[in-house]
Structures are given as structure tokens and as C-alpha cells.
């Protein structure tokens, strides 16, 4: 396969799907059926096309991270990771791989919101409110702890971005209720809401690095003195900030 042919082929075919669920579908198939090696060189590819401030090739790394991030393509993206590895991209691998003991939820972050029923509400009740359109009841809905909730919630057409950068914002929050909104291709194309992301220190490290491509050289800077956040994730948008060198 010649990377550079497969990644055009990409970045031309992804262009011209106007739905993104289509489209990160479309991704998620293309990358399984080339395999973990392969793939490890088009996003590679890709990503160089994109810090060379290619708008199409920006575009699909965004809808890439968003396909991958999907749990069923756990395996794939794991193996894509120790491709990166062994070809010695290291960048690429850890904003696929998730960080070995990453930091866990605060007890605060994983308390259930008081629904005012005078009770605890189970699980499948909170899933249910979450698909409400009552926009009191859904402020409430956007402060529980689990992820399954708020996958659901994201997809509620009463949701703004607004509701979705604050809950990006939120600390304590749990890391797995932000990996959530990584995983959702309506709201990652919202610049607010990357950015959010990136800026949270509850943010997974691999969640938080694949956002770094996608910020403006002075939000970049900021984030790269945050002494709040990842070394790594500091580095990489110091990386990211720098006047790019015209040969």
C-alpha cells in the first residue's frame, strides 16, 4: 500500500461525506480492514498533512480520534498505538493509548444528582430522564457520574453546546463521563467543546493529547503553562504553539 495514495483517498472520500456519523463509520471500516500497521502510517500521514495546515486532512484526524475512541474499536486502536510505537511515532501512540493508572474519579465527582424523588433512582431511571426534553430536569441530568447517562444525554436534541462545554469543564468530574463526549461526532467538531476538554485536568491523557492538533496557536500556549495539567500535555502544546518553520 503507498501511504501517501491511501491517505489522499481518505482525505478525499471523508471530505465528501456531509454526515459525520456516515463518515466516521466509513473511517472506522476503512482503518480495520487495512490493519493496525497500515493505519498507523495513514494517520501518520494525515496528521503530518494537517501540522502543515492542510484544512482537509485537520478535518478527518478530528473524525479519526472520533472513530477510534469508540469501545469497540478498543483492540484496533490499542494495536494502531504499538504500531505507532514500533515506527517510532510516539505522539500518535499515546493519543491512542490510554495512560496506565490514570486518575481515577473523586468521591465528590461520583455522586448521583438528587432527582427529588425521595429516593435513590436506579440506573435505567437516570438513562430514561436523560432522554427527556425538560431543560430544569436535564441541568440535573448533566451533573451524574455515569458514562451510559451522559452517552445518552449527548445525543438529545434539547442538549446545546453550551451545556456541553460546561459539562466538559466541570471539577471533580469522572474521566470516563469525558471520554464520552470524545466518543461523540456531533459535539467534537465544536471547537468549545475540544477546548474544554483539553483544559480539564480530569480530562484522560490520551483524550486530552488527541484534542492538542486541533487548538489555536494561543490556546495552545495557554495550556502549555497550566501547571494543573499532564507534563505531557504540556509539551505537546508548547510543540503545537510554535511558529511553523517555512522551508
Not at 483539553?198 to 484522560?204: E, G, H, M, S, V
Request: contains cysteine; hydrophobic residues 45%; aromatic residues 2%.
Amino acid at each position: 500500500m503507498r501511504v501517501g495514495l491511501e491517505a489522499r483517498r481518505l482525505v478525499r472520500v471523508v471530505d465528501g461525506i456531509a454526515d459525520r456519523d456516515v463518515a466516521v463509520g466509513f473511517l472506522r471500516h476503512e482503518l480495520a480492514r487495512i490493519g493496525p500497521e497500515a493505519s498507523a502510517a495513514v494517520i501518520a500521514e494525515i496528521d503530518a498533512r494537517a501540522e502543515a495546515r492542510d484544512d482537509a486532512s485537520a478535518r478527518l484526524m478530528l473524525l479519526v480520534s472520533v472513530a477510534l475512541a469508540a469501545r469497540e474499536c478498543d483492540e484496533l486502536r490499542i494495536a494502531i498505538a504499538e504500531a505507532a510505537v514500533a515506527r517510532g511515532d510516539v505522539d500518535t501512540a499515546r493519543r491512542l493509548r490510554p495512560e496506565p493508572g490514570a486518575r481515577a474519579a473523586d468521591d465528590d465527582a461520583s455522586t448521583v444528582p438528587d432527582f427529588g424523588r425521595g429516593r435513590p433512582i436506579t440506573l435505567g431511571e437516570r438513562k430514561s430522564l436523560a432522554r427527556r426534553r425538560d431543560r430544569d430536569l436535564l441541568a440535573r441530568v448533566l451533573r451524574d457520574p455515569h458514562p451510559d447517562v451522559i452517552r445518552i444525554l449527548l445525543a438529545n436534541p434539547a442538549i446545546t453546546e453550551p451545556d456541553v462545554v460546561r459539562l466538559c469543564a466541570k471539577r471533580p468530574i469522572v474521566p470516563d463521563v469525558l471520554r464520552e463526549v470524545a466518543r461523540s461526532s456531533r459535539w467534537m467538531v465544536r471547537y468549545g467543546v475540544r477546548l474544554a476538554l483539553a483544559r480539564n485536568p480530569y480530562t484522560p491523557l490520551d483524550v486530552a493529547l488527541s484534542m492538542v492538533p486541533h487548538l489555536n496557536a494561543q490556546d495552545a500556549r495557554e495550556i502549555a503553562g497550566s501547571p494543573e495539567l499532564h507534563d505531557q500535555l504540556r509539551e505537546a502544546c508548547a510543540r503545537a504553539a510554535r511558529p511553523r518553520t517555512i522551508h
